[in-house]
Nanobody
Framework: QVQLVESGGGLVQPGGSLRLSCEISGAHFSFYTMAWYRQAPGKQRDLVVRRNRDGTIDYADSVKGRFTISRGNDNKIVYLEMNNVQPDDTAIYYC??????????????????WGQGTQVTVSS
C-alpha cells in the first residue's frame, strides 16, 4: 500500500556533503516516526537518526552534529542531510517510517515501511 524509494547516494570525498531523499507514494500514509538506518559491509544494520513520536531525536554518537533528519512540507519526502562525511560513513542507507495507513475505507495503525536503500561511498 505504501512504497518508499531512497535516492541521492553516490561517491563523495571526505569532508563533503550529501543529501539523501526518501520519497513516499501509494496509499494515504500519516507517519509519526521517521528514521534512517545504515549497513556497512560485513556489519549489521544500525540506527543513524530517528525522530520519535514524542518529538525527541535519537542520534548515533558518530553522526551527532553532522547529520540532520527532516521532511518536506507535504510530508511526501524525508531527508537526511549529511555534512563533513568520513570514510566510516560508507554504507547502504535505508529509510524507515512508522505510522497509520488509510486506503479504500480501510484504516491500519502502527504500520512500518522500509525502502530498498541507497549506497553512499566516502573516499578520496
Amino acid at each position: 500500500q505504501v512504497q518508499l524509494v531512497e535516492s541521492g547516494g553516490g561517491l563523495v570525498q571526505p569532508g563533503g556533503s550529501l543529501r539523501l531523499s526518501c520519497e513516499i507514494s501509494g496509499a494515504h500514509f500519516s507517519f509519526y516516526t521517521m528514521a534512517w538506518y545504515r549497513q556497512a559491509p560485513g556489519k549489521q544494520r544500525d540506527l543513524v537518526v530517528r525522530r520519535n513520536r514524542d518529538g525527541t531525536i535519537d542520534y548515533a554518537d558518530s553522526v551527532k552534529g553532522r547529520f540532520t533528519i527532516s521532511r518536506g512540507n507535504d510530508n511526501k519526502i524525508v531527508y537526511l542531510e549529511m555534512n563533513n562525511v568520513q570514510p566510516d560513513d560508507t554504507a547502504i542507507y535505508y529509510c524507515n517510517l512508522q505510522g497509520d495507513t488509510y486506503y479504500d475505507g480501510t484504516f491500519s495503525r502502527d504500520d512500518e515501511y522500509w525502502g530498498q536503500g541507497t549506497q553512499v561511498t566516502v573516499s578520496s
